[in-house]
């Protein structure tokens, strides 16, 4: 446990979410975001464009406190608090159990206020919040993980710092509708400084998640160009929608279809326009042509899940081959 505290040390609850995230691929992370609010995909996701590589030990310590944390909920939610803590202190020790336990209540009220600090350099948000009273800073602080509000107490004037430690170390219970209103206020000061992260070479994993969400993919898209267009922008280039598919070049979409079961493209184009049907029916041969008919006038009813899942196999295919270069993208876009 230790060692695992050294190795994570300086590490943010949202960054290690997205290197979690990583760590577990790409189809895992979907289903977990199929669960989540939609605020949370997008930081999640701005954090993944963030991540360039994790090394070996990184990973390990990653999935072991998750691990942990994982086992420390489930005794919560099947024993109570008391129950938890006792299995803790057993198997931990009172120091390490007594820190994972403050954490785990850190992560739910982090998670419901200000998780968005992630994001935010320790300096930038001191000028931020330097004019706030003592108390608010204190609220704010006491929120934050000890070393992320320590690298903001630092950059306060002295007798700023004075006063907010002190409301730090007497502050008791808060209202829930207090540290919400706080938080909200606190947002709508920072958006321009969530306007400036960095877009580096995790945008691919980010395009891929959003790609295997479907539709609710462009909801998120228009939510982070709302906060930084030009990652939206970047997130956007890197996407491969069924748009795109039918807009390739037919010799493309022919080599695609080859692939591709009749039964799911007929599922896969049930909504489409007539323009896109005929995109498709005129890269294939007369044989496959009728075929396809014959299987689309079949079809009834169709659940637009259903539709979404054939139009995912036939994106995988296509990507594939984009991968492997037998469909170059670049080239059909000049």
């Known amino acids: 446990m230790a060692e695992v505290k050294d190795i994570l040390k300086g590490m943010g609850m949202l960054e290690k979410v997205a290197n979690f995230c990583v760590l577990i691929g790409e189809e895992a992370t979907v289903k977990i ?4 609010p939609k605020h949370l995909v997008e930081e999640i996701s701005t954090a993944i464009t963030m991540i360039t590589s994790i090394d070996k030990e990184t990973s390990l310590a990653i999935l072991e406190e998750f691990h942990l944390f994982t086992k420390s909920k489930s005794f ?3 024993g109570g608090y008391d129950y938890a803590k006792d299995i803790l202190y057993k198997s931990l020790g009172k120091a390490e159990a007594d820190e994972v336990l403050a954490k785990l209540s850190r992560m739910k009220l982090a998670s419901q206020s200000f998780s968005y600090l ?14 706030e009273s003592p108390q608010t800073i204190a609220v704010i602080l006491s929120h934050m993980e000890a070393h992320k509000a320590a690298d903001v107490l630092v950059q306060l004037d002295e007798d700023v710092k004075v006063k907010v430690t002190m409301q730090m170390a007497t502050i008791k219970d808060v209202s829930p509708d207090v540290v919400r209103t706080i938080s909200v206020v606190l947002e709508k000061k920072l958006e321009s400084l969530l306007s400036s992260i960095v877009d580096v070479g995790g945008v691919k994993v980010v395009a891929d998640m959003l790609n295997r969400l479907g539709p609710r993919s462009q909801d998120i898209l228009k939510n982070i160009n709302g906060v930084d267009t030009a990652l939206a922008t970047k997130i956007k280039e890197n996407m491969f929608v069924f748009e795109d598919l039918l807009n390739l070049d037919p010799e493309y979409i022919m080599k695609i279809l080859q692939n591709v079961d009749t039964a799911d493209v007929a599922v896969a184009m049930k909504n489409a326009t007539e323009e896109d049907m005929l995109k498709v029916t005129s890269a294939m041969s007369q044989r496959a042509s009728d075929r396809f008919k014959e299987e689309f006038e079949m079809l009834t009813k169709v659940k ?5 899942t054939a139009q995912r196999k036939m994106l995988d295919v296509a990507q594939k081959m984009i991968e492997e270069g037998v469909i170059d993208r670049d080239m059909d876009e000049q």
């Not at 992630?118 to 004019?131: E, R, V």
């Open 33 to 36: 975001f199929q669960h989540l």
């Open 76 to 78: 919560i939610s099947s």
């Open 118 to 131: 992630d994001a935010i350099n320790p300096k930038q948000l001191s000028d931020f919040i330097k004019d």
């Open 304 to 308: 637009i899940k259903d539709i979404e």
